[in-house]
């Protein structure tokens, strides 16, 4: 079995829209591999031997946050899990966070270099504490993105605080950790209380580097991602199965942990 923790689409009348400003921002450094729409996603799953995804939407405006909600209840199936997509400076976000929990979502994305808030502001805390003590995961994007600069919006050192501050909960940060910094993720997260997927990664960390995290921090704490359409799930699964990991550990990453955290029998 193969759950992908991490991917994206639109609703089919923006998708193409979607498609082009997000290549534009992404400088054409990313090549997508499906269209971004729900049956564009599904198709790629049938092509990589994907049998669940679950799809982070971003909010980028206050106005986002409940027609999110709304078109991701629209997307729920044995195929498909849908996150929350809250916007963190809506006055509503409350009301959004318990609408989530209401409506059986398992948890929430936050991209602070399109929403524009720093991980380890404190000003966020309460908006995490809420989220997390009602159960939700929070799954951030992590590190570089084309559409910063540095310094980053997030980093390590950044996710150590949060979860220091937060003392339990469900955390996960994209990219393993930190896109493109991948030393401090050794530095600050190894060991820490936070999941990492393994999106956007295997084309750009080492196996070397790969393998000392995980046995560093625990392949109970890895889960696989693809980031899709930004990065080809199938190469992603052939290089994540082919890195010298046991077969529990491989178990671990690809579906198990995310069924625990999912709560899938």
């Known amino acids: 079995m193969i759950i992908d923790f991490h991917t994206h689409i639109f609703p089919d009348a923006l998708a193409a ?3 082009s400003a997000l290549q534009n921002n992404c400088h054409g450094e990313y090549k997508p591999v499906h269209d971004l729409t729900l049956n564009g996603l599904l198709a790629a799953m049938d092509r990589f031997g994907v049998d669940i995804s679950v799809v982070m939407p971003v909010s980028t405006k206050p106005s986002q946050s409940m ?3 709304i078109w991701g209840e629209s997307l729920r199936s044995d195929r498909i899990i849908p996150f929350a997509g809250i916007f963190p400076e809506a006055e509503s976000w409350r009301y959004n966070i ?3 929990v209401d409506h059986g979502y398992k948890g929430i994305k936050l991209h602070p270099e ?3 808030f720093e991980v380890g502001d404190e000003q ?3 908006l995490y504490e809420y989220a997390l003590n009602k159960g939700l995961i929070i ?3 992590a590190g570089y993105d084309p559409i910063g600069t540095e310094p980053y919006r997030s980093n390590p050192a950044m996710f150590r605080k ?3 501050a937060m003392g339990g909960g469900t955390i996960v940060a994209a990219h393993f950790g930190g896109q493109s910094q991948w030393d401090d993720v050794e530095r600050y997260l190894v060991g820490e209380n936070i999941y990492l997927d393994t999106s956007m990664g295997t084309e750009y960390y080492s196996e070397e580097q790969f393998m000392r995290i995980v046995r560093a921090h625990g392949a ?3 889960l696989f991602a693809s980031d899709s359409p930004w990065s080809d799930a199938g190469k992603e699964i052939a290089a994540l199965g082919a890195m010298p990991l046991t077969e529990e550990e491989k178990e671990n990453i690809f579906f198990r942990n995310a069924k625990r955290l999912l709560g899938i029998s």
């Open 220 to 222: 109970d704490k890895v």
């Open 98 to 100: 318990d609408f989530a």
């Open 17 to 19: 829209r979607a498609m």
């Open 162 to 164: 949060v979860v220091r």
């Open 67 to 69: 027609k999110n909600l």
């Open 124 to 126: 966020m805390f309460p």
């Open 139 to 141: 799954l951030f994007h």
């Open 114 to 116: 399109y929403q524009n």
